[in-house]
């Protein structure tokens, strides 16, 4: 088989109609490209919008910086836990350490490969046996998408008293029982950076509560500036602040979001036609009908009755122009955090071991799809 082009993982995909380019045109006509300005206002309206549920939204520099200030708003200092979803990007918790804090590991339940409800509460249990102190917050990922179960989660985290913050950087326009991801947490963390479903080239949003929050976001985004005609700071801020060029692109973005939705879901469909006749792999789909995943990333596992070298795959796959990843390895695997406390089941480690990422998004055709499927089916055989 022979791939002509290049079939990257997933990319940003700029709307037909420019919307991009004239908004981002209108900022240098305006000469207002500093942070700030008209598109990062109307961004924000159109996000709040889009996410509906009384929620207000501020658009910052990136979805680590969103994480990192749900953080500050939420006073982790050093000393604190948090809990945090183990298979996931490093971004989820770096955060943490940033504010001095011990992130704790939880494993993922086989469902919808998110954080395990029953494991949640044995870890908030364990902690408060063993500190006497209640980790400070829950640190929640929808995963290439995928919802997590929030009811049960939620139910766990409000036995406590511990707030949730939803990261939804991959789960744009992904529902669970028709509510938006993003919404349902304490805080709602967004990512627009190149390979998510909408982009701003590199950025992020905050979900909040109400716009009492919001201005607070704001506050510590813009330096923690106090209200006095010369500079005054009273607490430590920081320089968050999306740029009114960026926000130019999300703004543009959002007149084809569910157009990238849409074709991130038809992709999942053919890849569950292209596979159907190979047990030895499994599309990773919505668990029941209360989950409505975006399938940012289409993702796989092999059988793992097979004696099957997934990075060989991964490199016969990248011989032939095709670019894929393995699944993201769990944190508690990471150097970095050996030392944390870890709660486990084994679910991460081998989905890990046994998956891969599959090219998704508007720059992928469903005849790209087919090619990928081949090449993976042929590998295997």
Not at 227 to 254: D, K, L, T, W
Not at 365 to 380: H, M, N, P, Q, W
Request: glycine share 8%.
């Amino acid at each position: 088989m022979e791939n002509k082009k290049h079939i990257c993982l997933c990319l940003a995909h700029m709307s037909e109609a420019g919307w991009e380019r004239k908004f981002i045109q209108e900022a240098f006509d305006m000469n207002w490209v500093a942070p700030l300005g008209p598109n990062v206002d109307a961004f924000e309206v159109a996000l709040e919008r889009f996410l509906g549920e009384g929620k207000r939204v501020a658009a910052l520099s990136s979805g680590t910086a969103v994480v990192h200030l749900s953080m500050v708003l939420l006073d982790v200092q050093p000393g604190d836990e948090v809990i945090c979803q183990s298979f996931t990007f490093a971004a989820s918790c770096n955060p943490i350490v940033y504010q001095g804090a011990t992130p704790v590991f939880v494993d993922s339940e086989p469902d919808t490969w998110n954080m395990d409800p029953d494991l949640l509460e044995v870890a908030i249990k364990d902690r408060l046996a063993c500190t006497g102190r209640l980790p400070k917050a829950i640190v929640l990922v929808c995963l290439y998408g995928m919802p997590p179960k929030y009811d049960e989660i939620l139910a766990v985290a409000d036995r406590y008293g511990i707030p949730v913050v939803e990261d939804a950087a991959e789960a744009f326009g992904s529902r669970y029982k028709g509510r938006l991801c993003g919404t349902f947490g304490r805080f709602g963390v967004l990512s627009f950076n190149g390979n998510k479903m909408i982009t701003t080239s590199g950025g992020g949003a905050l979900v909040c509560p109400d716009e009492t929050m919001k201005r607070r976001v704001l506050f510590y985004a813009t330096q923690a500036r106090e209200p006095f005609p010369y500079y005054q700071h009273e607490q430590i801020g920081y320089n968050y602040r999306m740029s009114n060029v960026c926000a130019g692109i999300g703004r543009g973005q959002m007149y084809v979001a569910e157009d990238h939705i849409r074709h991130h879901r038809l992709l999942a469909e053919q890849y569950v036609r292209l596979f159907s006749d190979e047990e030895a792999v499994t599309v990773h789909l919505n668990p029941s009908d209360s989950f409505d995943s975006n399938y940012w990333l289409n993702t796989i596992t092999f059988d793992a009755s097979l004696t099957c070298d997934v990075d060989r795959v991964r490199l016969l796959l990248a011989e032939s122009g095709v670019e894929t990843r393995p699944l993201w390895k769990p944190l508690h695997l990471q150097p970095v955090f050996k030392d944390a406390p870890r709660y486990l089941n084994g679910v991460s480690e081998r989905l890990f071991a046994s998956g891969l990422c599959l090219p998704s998004g508007p720059c992928v055709s469903v005849e790209d799809a087919g090619f990928v499927a081949d090449l993976i089916k042929s590998s295997l055989r």
